[in-house]
């Protein structure tokens, strides 16, 4: 799951030649190292950040930003690829803030929040919940956007008012009008009795992959560097998060799509706002 984890044990998977598909976001394993024998349907850390640094600078026309999120390598992999698109767009980032990822206390952060345009938070897990809760509970104000964890659809049961006007940028929204999407929702309701998120459409998908995957081999697994090829050349045109393809380097490259949190009735949704196509780990 997180990317540090699995930076940890890229080395050991590529000596035991073992196919290995994961929702880590870790880029160095499909960009610097790639690992031969790692295949991601998901995103890398700044996938959903290039676009929403894009859609930040043209299209909320924010100028200043100040960034957050957990001191740890997910956290620094998504805010270099917000602030590399965001720079590119003309805007500036003024401070970067690193809190430990169990930080129950944000208030020394929170102090530090001052004279810009908005924030881009990058938190994962239930942080994303303390992190606004507590953001509101200081008076701030600032417009807040963030990438595929910080806004995760699953959270939305979590969340109060203070989430209203939350922007994310994310592979998955719950709201995409597509067969595929709808039947999984359902299916997701019937199950578990919860509206599934990016994580768990995230590790769907990865499912589907290897599912088609098999279907090219034959059903035949033991040959695993022919079964690596075959899910690398695996392309889905219909998963609930849209169409997928692999790159040359093993990752994922779909659609990203830019929602907001709304209230409808006593419940918090997260409404598409824009779709970017075809983005991959390098923008």
Sequence with gaps: LAAFELLAITDYIAQQKTPLLSLAAAEDMTQRRPNPYFLRASATSSQAMHPMADYAAKELKLKRMITISEDFAF???????FQQTFEDNGGKILKKLWPPIVTPDYAPYLAQIADCDGVCQGFAGSNPLRFLKQYAAAGLKFPVVTGETGGDDALLRSFGDEAVGLYSACPYTLDLNTESNKRFVAAMNKDY????????????????????????????S???????????????????????KFDHLGNVIGEIFIRRVEKAGNKYINKTLKTYHNVSQFW
Excluded: H, W
């Design 75 to 81: 956290g620094y992999e998504q805010m270099g690829g």
């Design 193 to 220: 009795g919860v509206d599934p998120g990016f994580y768990c459409a995230g590790l769907y998908v990865n499912g589907m992959v290897v599912e088609a995957g098999l279907q090219k081999t034959g059903g035949k």
């Design 222 to 244: 033991d040959d695993k560097t022919a079964l690596m090829a075959a899910m690398k050349s695996v392309a889905l045109t219909d998963t609930p998060r849209g169409p997928i």
